[in-house]
């Protein structure tokens, strides 16, 4: 499985950012998705997950009511809307293929998403 995240840049404090995953060499539609990140100097932390046909969504605390995590199918896409965005979202994002029981095993190269004041 190969995952191309895109979509990160700078954008200020309140403003909007949607990520993008496409992903390639499986069944794209059979999966479960999710997007993780990763601050300077701090662990890669969830974001988001989305089962295979998108009736089951989870977020992280810090996210909820901000960010929504959707997947297209028929694009092999998944998308992560992030609005309100705040200093501490800067991160690098992640997108990953779920193998099930909330474990994933391909990830993404990374899209870098910085917030300014």
């Known amino acids: 499985v190969q995952l191309q995240a895109s979509g990160g840049g700078l954008v200020q404090a309140g403003g909007s950012l949607r990520l993008s995953c496409a992903a390639s060499?499986?069944?794209?539609?059979?999966?479960?998705m999710g997007w993780f990140r990763q601050a300077p100097g701090k662990e890669r932390e969830f974001v988001a997950a989305?089962?295979?046909?998108?009736?089951?969504?989870s977020y992280a605390d810090s996210v909820k009511g901000r960010f929504t995590i959707s997947r297209d199918n028929a694009k092999n896409t998944v998308y992560l809307q992030m609005n309100s965005l705040k200093l501490e979202d800067t991160a690098v994002y992640y997108c990953?293929?779920?193998?099930?029981?909330?474990?994933?095993?391909?990830w993404g190269q990374g899209t870098q998403v910085t917030v300014s004041s």
């Open positions: 990953a293929h779920s193998k099930g029981s909330g474990s994933y095993d391909y």
């Open positions: 060499g499986r069944t794209f539609s059979s999966y479960g």
């Open positions: 989305i089962s295979w046909s998108g009736g089951r969504i």
